[in-house]
């Protein structure tokens, strides 16, 4: 396999409140290939989109990368860690749009409401390019033309709050590539539409793809999307990865307690009418109040004595695949 366009190695992102620290992002590491999907599988509040904002240094206070290295690989060959980089210089702005998109969980809230659609679209373009406002406005028509909205000519001149849903995110994809990146990152990008809706965004995103060899982000709570889509995976726990791996792996030769729970809670066509679904015994632990040792082990059904006091490492338990338990470690006795 190639050398991949995006490295994360060990990243530990915080959040400083006056109660304490949240450590938010708790050392993740994973690779992005061109024309691979990595998905980011976990329960809300396990670090999934944080990871994604501390990619693109967005970041928001009181919250900072405290270490780690998260390296972009140019179109040159050359190799950048973007954790050096000041959030707010002109190296950095280049690379939010023109190196790595950003699809957002809820486009309502990231479209602004008093500017037309393409007012938005030509700002992105023209931001990262020298081309005229006119110039710009006809490349915007081709990128609404691209993601299949319907009419572009027309709809350019619309805002927000007119378009539905599933149009909305596509506009939030048009922007993403507007200037032609080579990383798209998808945070929840099917988040709160209907199950069509849902299936023609992915399609898109699949499609796009495969056109432009895109290096792709998936983040989701959601298993189905994650067998769909994704060519690898990675399942995060508290702000941990606690088991990653190609897709088939995961799927059908699951290790770690939680990607097992999570596989088990998926509703099956195949189980018996009113039988209840599976369940994950607990809740995510307060931030403030984490437990020692494994992060998942007050829930988990295989705990054992190690687990309360001992952090798990990661170990190899197969090609490219990874899992953090100690099921899988030899404890002397």
């Given at each position: 396999?190639?050398?991949?366009?995006?490295?994360?190695?060990?990243?530990?992102?915080?959040?400083?409140?006056?109660?304490?620290?949240?450590?938010?992002?708790?050392?993740?590491?994973?690779?992005?290939?061109?024309?691979?999907?990595?998905?980011?599988?976990?329960?809300?509040?396990?670090?999934?989109?944080?990871?994604?904002?501390?990619?693109?240094?967005?970041?928001?206070?009181?919250?900072?990368?405290?270490?780690?290295?998260?390296?972009?690989?140019?179109?040159?060959?050359?190799?950048?860690?973007?954790?050096?980089?000041?959030?707010?210089?002109?190296?950095?702005?280049?690379?939010?749009?023109?190196?790595?998109?950003?699809?957002?969980?809820?486009?309502?809230?990231?479209?602004?409401?008093?500017?037309?659609?393409?007012?938005?679209?030509?700002?992105?373009?023209?931001?990262?390019?020298?081309?005229?406002?006119?110039?710009a406005r006809a490349r915007a028509v081709e990128l609404l033309a691209m993601v299949g909205i319907p009419r572009p000519s027309q709809r350019i001149d619309s805002y927000s709050f007119?378009?539905?849903?599933?149009?909305?995110?596509?506009?939030?994809?048009?922007?993403?590539?507007?200037?032609?990146?080579?990383?798209?990152?998808?945070?929840?990008?099917?988040?709160?539409?209907?199950?069509?809706?849902?299936?023609?965004?992915?399609?898109?995103?699949?499609r796009l793809q495969q056109e432009r060899d895109l290096a792709v982000m998936l983040i989701t709570h959601d298993m189905g999307v994650i067998a769909e889509m994704a060519d690898d995976?990675?399942?995060?726990?508290?702000?941990?990865?606690?088991?990653?791996?190609?897709?088939?792996?995961?799927?059908?030769?699951?290790?770690?307690?939680?990607?097992?729970?999570?596989?088990?809670?998926?509703?099956?066509?195949?189980?018996?009418?009113?039988?209840?679904?599976?369940?994950?015994?607990?809740?995510?632990?307060?931030?403030?109040?984490?437990?020692?040792?494994?992060?998942?082990?007050?829930?988990?059904?295989?705990?054992?004595?190690?687990?309360?006091?001992?952090?798990?490492?990661?170990?190899?338990?197969?090609?490219?695949?990874?899992?953090?338990?100690?099921?899988?470690?030899?404890?002397?006795?």
């Open positions: 396999m190639a050398d991949p366009i995006l490295s994360v190695r060990n990243l530990h992102t915080h959040f400083f409140a006056d109660e304490g620290v949240v450590r938010a992002v708790d050392g993740t590491s994973f690779d992005l290939h061109s024309g691979r999907t990595l998905g980011i599988v976990g329960e809300s509040g396990c670090g999934k989109s944080v990871t994604a904002k501390s990619i693109l240094r967005i970041v928001e206070r009181p919250g900072r990368i405290v270490s780690g290295e998260i390296l972009l690989r140019r179109k040159n060959g050359s190799v950048v860690d973007l954790v050096t980089l000041p959030t707010d210089g002109v190296e950095m702005r280049g690379i939010r749009g023109g190196n790595i998109g950003l699809v957002f969980q809820e486009p309502m809230s990231s479209l602004s409401a008093f500017h037309t659609i393409g007012n938005q679209l030509i700002e992105a373009i023209r931001l990262h390019s020298r081309l005229t406002k006119p110039a007119e378009l539905s849903g599933g149009l909305r995110q596509r506009v939030m994809i048009a922007m993403a590539l507007a200037a032609e990146p080579r990383v798209l990152i998808a945070d929840e990008p099917t988040t709160a539409l209907d199950v069509t809706t849902q299936a023609q965004i992915l399609e898109l995103i699949r995976v990675v399942v995060m726990y508290l702000g941990k990865e606690v088991e990653k791996g190609p897709v088939d792996a995961i799927f059908h030769a699951p290790r770690h307690p939680y990607t097992k729970s999570l596989l088990r809670s998926i509703p099956s066509v195949l189980a018996e009418p009113r039988s209840r679904l599976a369940t994950i015994t607990g809740s995510i632990p307060h931030p403030f109040a984490r437990p020692g040792g494994c992060p998942f082990h007050p829930r988990c059904p295989d705990r054992m004595s190690v687990c309360e006091t001992s952090v798990p490492q990661e170990i190899v338990i197969g090609e490219n695949h990874a899992t953090a338990c100690h099921l899988y470690t030899r404890v002397p006795a």
